[in-house]
């Protein structure tokens, strides 16, 4: 059983891990996050996973790094899901599972852990807006990594719980975050749509959708991020967006291709940023590379050579939610271009 947070709630030590799980609702519902990818079992030991990532030639650094947070994570640990605009907050079981069913998307949520996440009165886990979390941890529910320390918001992690646990005040704010959570659902939906069909006011040819982007990026503080020239590079060549961000203990350096497609992407954008830092830009070697699609699928050789080149794929579905974690920050201007307006409300084609 966990340890009671009682006497545990001021309690320093207590590890507390940021777990950037698959966003598939049957996840949750079956008490586990998930992440990580079918080709490994990140049940076994770490040096049986690192010898089949070499047989595979599976590059090093931060894929190894996720894995041995993955690793780290224990019983009666508390585990923080981000969920869109907001979170999911449990306690570790201790177990770890592979499943590579395609319910879990293949690579996407195959290695799992055992969480028992904190529920409501009729058993069903408790969502929890971020706008109900301070300002801090809200901006570090930001960080673009898969499983992040969250010890110093100790205090603040615990005393949600415990709250939820053991008041019934509460319960007005649930019934009212899962009729919200429908509506917010529902606007995603039209509004990923809307940029798949052209039917928004973004700039057209593309560049409407880097700049949609580059905001972002630059609301999650990468202040120093532009767009190249497209005549800057030969053709088959490309990279839509330069970022980097200076924090305490490291920098993150950004290669961003982003596509406007509306079915399937394929391997295309992927190689071309391949291409950037093998012939033409070879000091962005170290960068980290995103492929960005309105598109809501890629194809098994552009999720193979992603893989394989620990390039990481933000589609369409992603891009949305994006959106929405920093709508109250985006520009007016943007928000209008989208269709939304004031009070989160849209004013779009409703036709399949």
Request: contains cysteine; charged residues 30%.
């Amino acid at each position: 059983m966990p340890r009671s947070l009682q006497t545990s709630a001021l309690n320093m030590d207590y590890k507390i891990h940021l777990f950037r799980s698959l966003r598939n609702f049957c996840l949750i519902k079956e008490n586990r996050a998930g992440y990580g990818w079918c080709d490994f079992d990140f049940t076994k030991p770490l040096d049986e996973i690192y010898k089949a990532m070499d047989k595979h030639n599976w590059s090093r650094g931060k894929g190894r790094s996720n894995i041995r947070k993955f690793k780290s994570i224990n019983v009666d640990d508390l585990v923080v899901v981000p969920w869109g605009g907001g979170i999911y907050l449990g306690v570790a079981t201790g177990e770890e599972f592979h499943n590579p069913s395609e319910k879990y998307y293949g690579k996407n949520g195959s290695n799992q852990i055992g969480v028992n996440y904190v529920k409501d009165k009729e058993d069903k886990p408790i969502y929890i807006p971020r706008k109900q979390l301070t300002e801090g941890l809200q901006k570090r529910l930001k960080v673009r990594q898969s499983i992040v320390d969250l010890r110093e918001f100790n205090h603040e992690i615990l005393g949600l719980k415990e709250s939820l646990e053991t008041s019934h005040d509460y319960d007005w704010l649930i019934a009212a975050n899962r009729t919200e959570k429908i509506r917010i659902e529902s606007l995603k939906t039209s509004l990923l749509k809307n940029i798949q069909n052209g039917k928004t006011h973004l700039e057209s040819g593309g560049i409407g959708l880097e700049k949609l982007v580059l905001e972002l990026l630059s609301i999650e503080g990468y202040e120093d991020a532009f767009i190249p020239s497209k005549r800057k590079y030969p053709a088959g060549i490309d990279v839509d967006i330069v970022a980097e961000r200076s924090e305490l203990l490291a920098d993150t350096q950004l290669l961003i291709q982003v596509k406007h497609h509306h079915g399937t992407s394929g391997s295309n954008g992927i190689e071309q940023l391949l291409r950037l830092t093998e012939e033409v830009e070879p000091e962005y070697k170290d960068y980290s590379k995103i492929f960005v699609t309105t598109a809501c699928e890629v194809t098994v050789e552009a999720l193979k050579l992603a893989k394989n080149e620990n390039i990481k794929i933000i589609t369409g579905e992603e891009l949305v939610n994006w959106i929405f974690e920093n709508f109250n920050s985006l520009n007016e201007k943007t928000k209008l271009s989208l269709g939304l307006s004031f009070g989160i409300t849209f004013t779009v084609n409703q036709e399949n």
